[in-house]
């Protein structure tokens, strides 16, 4: 089997979870494939999920108007379900479209979340500009007027800094959106909107930290740019790049394209030279982030390693490091699929230490598979997402060049 047969097998059968697994109700992605989440739909997971259907239609595994259908099923459902000064929850009941509390303290909009789906929401929207602008214009329509609805400068506080969370009745904002880790893409959907729009000044300050986002030290021999040391878990490099194209962005603090390579470096050679000794680890098996780890989910990275793999994360860096990426795919795939390869792809995570394998799937885990395999072979969604002029505008605003 061939490199391109195997990345499209996976890509196809990871697919299902999103198209075939979808809450019935209203088309978003489920959180997870437990019993107990069966009617809680993920915000950010949906907007990738948006992004896996582009995939689909333009590989024929679904057709043009079936994506049509499921995309009008889930804007009739973002337009009705609670929102919070035109954020959404991190979570909803599929049924309903009230929130479901996140955390004791996250039971109103979550803004990180909303700029997946934004960011989602706005590739499809260019997909069916690309498709038949004039046809497709109520549900252009409809895209914009969600984008445009929400209030990125609100959530500032009148500080220069963004914040992650607010729920009604609550007069604190409880987490700065600092760097560096996943929210890059919230800083520049909140920098384009042309109606609640955020100053240079906040992304300097508030997602830069005046400088010291910065990092610039040696680790496995591999210097890192921006952020925690090792990197942190590898979903920084995978999230806001599923849109943002990493290899036309450049600004004071970094190049991203080097700094997600540089990360994903560092995270390989962690796992290849396994100082902790745990079972598994080779060049052929790597790969730490976000997961389910035994009960609990957890940040794994090299800073905080517990012998748990994820597959996600090794197979979503593709596009930074193909080589080893792919090494990985065909030993999870070939070696290692009695174990861990189900209904919709491979499972979230294993140990090799402990004899653990999980069941579970998470949507946020197993989008970046399919995207980041497409992006590495065509980059059909970076194309989409960087096309937006709002887009183009905003990077431009926060002194990004390159694009």
């Not at 019935?24 to 993920?42: I, S, W």
């Not at 986002?213 to 995978?238: K, M, R, W």
């Not at 590495?376 to 960087?386: E, Q």
Request: aromatic share 16%; hydrophobic share 35%; charged share 20%.
């Amino acid at each position: 089997m061939s490199d391109l047969e195997l990345t499209g097998i996976i890509q196809r059968q990871t697919f299902k979870y999103f198209w075939e697994f979808a809450h019935p109700a209203c088309g978003l992605a489920r959180e997870r494939n437990h019993k107990d989440y069966k009617d809680v739909v993920t915000t950010g997971g949906s907007g990738f999920g948006l992004m896996t259907m582009i995939v689909a239609a333009e590989n024929n595994w679904i057709t043009t108007q079936q994506f049509v259908e499921r995309i009008n099923v889930v804007l009739e459902f973002l337009f009705h379900c609670e929102k919070y000064h035109g954020a959404f929850s991190h979570w909803y009941q599929g049924n309903t479209g009230k929130t479901i509390p996140f955390g004791k303290k996250d039971d109103g909009a979550d803004l990180v979340e909303t700029s997946f789906l934004i960011m989602g929401l706005l590739t499809v929207r260019q997909y069916l500009k690309k498709i038949d602008e004039n046809l497709y214009r109520r549900l252009i329509d409809k895209i914009n007027a969600l984008w445009l609805n929400v209030e990125w400068d609100w959530f500032t506080r009148g500080e220069n800094v963004l914040y992650w969370h607010w729920r009604p009745g609550w007069s604190q904002y409880n987490l700065k959106i600092e760097g560096y880790n996943e929210a890059l893409v919230t800083y520049v959907l909140a920098a384009a909107s042309s109606t609640h729009a955020i100053s240079k000044n906040i992304y300097d300050k508030g997602w830069a930290r005046g400088g010291q986002i910065v990092n610039g030290n040696s680790f496995y021999e591999t210097v890192l740019p921006l952020g925690p040391d090792y990197g942190g878990p590898l979903f920084f490099a995978h999230y806001s790049f599923l849109g943002l194209n990493p290899h036309l962005l450049k600004d004071k603090y970094a190049d991203y394209l080097q700094q997600n390579i540089a990360h994903t470096k560092i995270n390989y050679a962690h796992c290849r030279n396994n100082p902790k000794g745990y079972k598994g680890y080779a060049e052929n098996c790597w790969g730490l982030t976000a997961c389910d780890s035994g009960k609990r989910y957890k940040p794994l990275h090299p800073r905080k390693d517990n012998g748990t793999i994820c597959p996600s994360a090794a197979i979503s860096s593709l596009p930074y490091l193909p080589k080893e990426s792919m090494a990985a795919m065909r030993h999870f795939y070939d070696d290692l699929g009695k174990k861990i390869w189900g209904e919709y792809g491979f499972y979230d995570s294993f140990n090799k230490t402990r004899s653990w394998y999980a069941q579970s799937y998470l949507a946020i885990n197993q989008a970046p598979i399919i995207l980041m395999i497409e992006n590495y072979k065509t980059g059909l969604l970076w194309d989409l997402f960087m096309s937006c002029e709002e887009i183009k505008e905003g990077l431009q605003k926060l002194g990004f060049e390159g694009f």
